[in-house]
């Protein structure tokens, strides 16, 4: 691409109609990994270029399991975009964590059956012969949250600056025996878009952080009715405006940033013997692994 874009956003169709954003418009890209959700709508936000990505597609039209994460993410980096805000709704597990709360989330778990994790693991688009063990211990860029948290907190909103995240497959919600389970093994909150996405950012190198937007008590609460879509939109309809506020904040935060922190995730990762991968996978993943194969 001819312009960088250090900074994207990903989440709902709503978040990038803002009235502060200017200079829009509409990137349509093609990646190894097929169409994105949609197009990127890229406008500048406080002197910043953004690129902002509907998840699930303008008009919501694509299932949590369908969604093609590798896509969405492989197409932020052919933007250039260093830092990756996602804006997702999650149910809360914890009594303390309200609808309409927003959880900035450190930890990630994932339970998800159907989705292909990784760009490293897919014959099926020519990128087996390169093994990659990411490190994901901490899956969540902790300088990324913490600008997102700060810039929650000038929202005046309600924000909660660690808790672990469960991710679902979906698109179905969880039965009380699941949501239980869950609470059991220590999770804060939950959802179903947020794995691969954190697994993804992190091995394109991207600093990645959620804003999770808490819409319900999923359907472990005795005293409040299980989660429902119509449950879920409306609270996501109220602190829709919270989230612009939240996201024009952390743009404005973010204006001076360093390179990501995640820059250099893969340098450690790359296991297999360069001269044994394929020219075909380097050719085909180039935007992110393009760097370590050139010579010096």
């Not at 990784?118 to 860029?141: I, K, N, R």
């Not at 990324?144 to 929202?155: F, G, H, K, N, P």
Request: proline residues 7%; charged residues 25%.
């Amino acid at each position: 691409m001819s312009e960088r874009i250090r900074f994207g956003v990903i989440g709902g169709s709503g978040v990038y109609r803002m009235e502060a954003l200017q200079d829009v418009e509409e990137i349509e890209l093609e990646t190894p990994f097929g169409k994105p959700s949609d197009a990127y709508v890229v406008g500048t936000l406080h002197g910043q270029r953004v690129a902002f990505l509907p998840r699930h597609g303008r008009g919501h039209r694509i299932s949590p399991t369908r969604l093609p994460q590798r896509a969405n993410i492989y197409g932020f980096k052919l933007l250039g975009v260093e830092y990756l805000i996602a804006v997702s709704a999650c149910g809360s597990l914890r009594e303390h964590i309200h609808p309409g709360d927003i959880v900035i989330p450190d930890q990630l778990l994932d339970r998800t059956r159907l989705r292909p994790l990784s760009f490293f693991d897919d014959p099926d688009v020519g990128t087996d012969g390169l093994v990659a063990h990411v490190s994901v211990a901490e899956p969540f860029c902790p300088f990324l949250s913490e600008i997102c948290y700060r810039a929650v907190e000038q929202t005046g909103n309600p924000v909660h600056r660690r808790g672990a995240f469960v991710t679902i497959e979906g698109p179905r919600f969880s039965t009380k025996a699941e949501s239980h389970a869950f609470r059991k093994l220590g999770m804060d909150i939950i959802g179903m878009t947020t794995v691969p996405e954190a697994f993804l950012a992190r091995e394109a190198e991207m600093s990645y952080a959620v804003m999770a937007h808490v819409t319900d008590y999923d359907v472990w609460h005795q005293s409040e009715e299980p989660v429902t879509v119509e449950m879920v939109v409306r609270t996501l309809m109220r602190n829709a405006e919270v989230a612009k506020q939240a996201v024009a904040h952390a743009i404005a935060l973010l204006a001076d940033a360093p390179p990501s922190p995640q820059a250099h995730a893969l340098q450690d990762a790359l296991i297999t013997d360069r001269s044994q991968v394929p020219p075909r996978v380097v050719e085909r993943l180039e935007a992110i692994i393009g760097k370590y194969f050139r010579t010096p």
